[in-house]
């Protein structure tokens, strides 16, 4: 890590590293990106005490973008290898990037369970309703009528709604943003983070390239009519009948954070291998 | 791109201050993030563009620094509330990039940002009712709509593109 001062810290410019991102030009996650920088100059934390995890994907490709400290993970496993890091170094700002892909269908286990535990970390999903790195297959929120050389006509399945399954779940904090309002998407990354317990940000991410009707999702989307609720059975309410651009805090839980303590071994682990030797 | 939404409230010079150099930081940082965008997809025309879009951008950013004296604009502007929903003015649009763009659509990116920055310092100018601020938004404001017509001059450079621009003969959606 590099030696950055405090002050320097507070500067998006600070938590970007050198790597250049190979995303499409025009791609939604340059945009989250940018709100991940400003978000972390925003909470003024040190990029040593951040650490982005991530799956596989063209979304997951963002922890080398940043200057903290950053795992590319497994395809859909990231959250467990948050969860773990978390639970040992609980001091640790953990953040945790996932794609439509990655985090609901190859990950689809480890968000339920994530959500159930409730352990203090930010998990942001980038969706953009396909599979972009894999030429663009259907993803678990990819809309039914979808139709490509891949999936002709359309899967005919009805698309996986993340939001109320990370309610349903236990998520501690749901909200939706547009990656093409980087400030707003900033500012609930800021309140996601400072929000104990699993937050969950959706935010929708266009790939131009393989979904380029999704750039007309910049005029379809407008900020949440009513105040975020803390009550689970009005955002359900909510959440199952909007219409799936509807953005900013939808929800604030008060559960407490499940945070084990973890203390050191009783048995060493050259001990236990004595066991297990043949 | 939904316009700047919710737009930093000014009541003194250092805020204008901070605001237009934000306003600046917010652009060079769109216009590196799009020259390196186009040097990774191998664009060396728009990587030019842009460069050169970020390097005067970069010169206002400085000059505004150099303007505020005392004022610590970076700290001030940290302090300010941000652009609501949308993005500041000058922050061109990332998802209207494309690999296969021109310079053409660069500079009509540009020319959009610079008369969002003209609209915005007007807008200060009509509205405030302190005469410092009013001053300096005008400054502001001429050297926006000045950027605006060297924007205008740079396009007769560069004809707009046929409608067929963006036909890839290898297009990347290969199952299609």
Redo the contacts between chains.
């Keep these: 890590m590099s030696g950055l001062d405090t002050r320097l810290a ?4 600070d938590y970007k590293s050198d790597i ?7 791609c ?1 996650d ?2 989250v990106l ?1 709100s991940f920088t400003r978000a972390f ?1 925003e909470l003024g934390l040190p990029p040593e005490q951040i650490v982005v995890v991530s799956g596989i994907g063209c979304s997951s490709r963002i922890p080398a973008y940043t200057n903290c400290y950053g795992f590319h993970g497994v395809h859909g496993r990231s959250l467990a290898l948050a969860a773990g890091l978390k639970v040992t170094r609980p001091e640790l700002t953990v953040v945790v990037a996932s794609g439509d892909g990655d985090g609901y269908s190859i990950g689809g286990n480890h968000f339920l369970h994530a959500c159930r535990r409730n352990i203090d970390m930010t998990y942001v999903v980038m969706d953009n309703r396909v599979y972009g790195m894999t ?2 297959q259907p993803s678990p929120t990819t809309e039914p009528d979808f139709d ?3 999936s002709p006509g359309g899967t005919g399945l009805r698309p996986f709604h993340p939001l109320v399954i990370a309610l349903a779940s236990g998520a501690n904090f749901i909200a939706r943003c547009f ?6 998407t ?2 609930v990354l800021v309140e996601a983070i400072r929000h104990p317990g699993f937050s969950f940000v959706e935010i929708l991410s ?1 790939c ?3 979904r380029p009707d999704e ?1 007309e999702w ?1 005029h379809l ?1 407008h ?1 949440a009519p009513v105040a975020a609720t803390s009550d689970p059975g009005k955002a359900a309410r909510r959440i199952m009948t909007d219409d799936g651009f509807n ?1 900013g805090v939808l929800y604030r839980g008060d559960r407490k954070p499940y945070a084990p303590q973890v203390g050191r071994p009783s048995v060493e682990l050259s001990e236990l291998e004595k066991d297990f030797e043949l | 791109m939904n316009g700047a939404v919710g737009v930093p409230k000014i009541t003194s010079l250092a805020d204008l201050f901070a605001v237009a150099y934000r306003i600046e930081a917010d652009a060079v940082e769109r216009y590196e993030l799009l020259a390196d965008q186009m040097e990774t997809h191998n664009n060396p025309e728009l990587v030019a563009v842009f460069r050169d879009l970020c390097r005067a951008e970069k010169i206002h950013r400085d000059e505004i620094q150099r303007l505020a004296g005392d004022i610590d604009v970076v700290t001030h502007a940290r302090q300010l509330p941000c652009w609501g929903r949308g993005d500041s003015p000058e922050e061109v649009d990332l998802g209207a990039a494309h690999y296969m763009m021109t310079p053409w659509h660069a500079l009509q990116m540009a020319l959009e940002g610079e008369k969002r920055a003209l609209d915005f310092f007007t807008s200060v100018m009509e509205t405030t009712e302190d005469s410092q601020v009013k001053r300096l938004a005008e400054e502001f404001a001429e050297e926006e709509a000045e950027h605006v017509n060297l924007v205008h001059r740079l396009l007769r450079r560069y004809p707009q593109p046929a409608a067929s621009w963006s036909s890839d003969p290898d297009p990347p959606i290969a199952q299609e």
């Design positions: 507070c500067k998006p410019a250049k991102p190979i995303w499409c030009p025009g939604g340059y945009h940018m100059a030429k663009g490509t050389a891949l990656s093409g309002e980087p400030n707003a900033a500012s266009p131009v390239t393989f750039s910049k989307v900020p953005i």
